[in-house]
């Protein structure tokens, strides 16, 4: 019996679905029918998204590029948004996400906000990992690629529990961003910053109170 795959596809760049599209085509099983959209964007998207509920017919899959320009009405500022607000309106569909980003600190935002059932870094990405990542997001997710897997498993086997606004301190900090601008980055007193920063110094037993140490100690538990 034939099953019917429906799937939409987003990612700005042309050239790249096409690949992703045939990869799925050329590898898929005998008794798979595949149904596939494409969307260059998040408006795009939207009423793909839309039109396939109002016919009763939602996707079984999304591949969500996480690079993807602002929507003309400025709701949803990159493919996080947009892979939020399918979780949303598409409670069933599977959501695979794709990205060139491999810092730690968007792996774990991007898993905590979606929990996606795959997810890839484009650059651990090849045509048999795509063919593999479809079948088991279909049959048995999630499934991950190894750059996630090791940061995963990094953070997992590290006994630190870091909150949220402290690991946008960490990430910011390794952006360059100076203490004095954190604060109005994370919304909370220029104080507030300092005391946390001095309690990440503590928790990566920083002795010498360079941010330098910090970042270096962060890194070699994969915080940052």
């Known amino acids: 019996m034939t099953e019917k795959i429906r799937i939409l596809m987003i990612d700005d760049h042309p050239m790249i679905i096409e690949g992703y599209q045939n990869t ?21 998207a939207v009423k793909f998204m839309e039109k396939s509920i109002n016919e009763e017919r939602p996707y079984d899959m999304l591949f969500v590029d996480i690079s993807l320009p ?15 607000y399918a979780r949303k309106i598409l409670p069933n569909s599977k959501i695979v996400v794709l990205t060139m980003f491999n810092e730690p600190f968007r792996i774990h935002n991007i898993i905590k906000s979606i929990n996606p059932e795959g997810f890839l870094i484009k650059s651990d990405l090849t045509s048999s990992e795509l063919a593999s990542a479809f079948q088991a997001v279909l049959n048995n997710p999630p499934f991950y690629s190894g750059t996630v897997n090791s940061f995963i498993r990094k953070t997992i086997t590290s006994d630190i529990v870091i909150d949220e606004k402290n690991r946008k301190i960490l990430h910011l900090l390794s952006q ?13 007193s220029l104080s507030a910053v300092e005391k946390r920063k001095k309690q990440l110094k503590e928790i990566f037993s920083v002795e010498d109170g360079q941010d330098e140490t910090l970042l270096s100690e962060a890194r070699k538990r994969g915080f940052v």
């Open 70 to 84: 602002p929507s003309k009405d400025g709701r949803m500022n990159s493919g996080e948004d947009l892979a939020e």
């Open 176 to 188: 360059g961003v100076k203490t004095k601008n954190l604060a109005t980055h994370l919304g909370i």
């Open 24 to 44: 799925l085509l050329f590898t898929k099983k005998e008794h798979q029918e595949l149904l596939i959209n494409i969307a260059n964007n998040c408006d795009e």
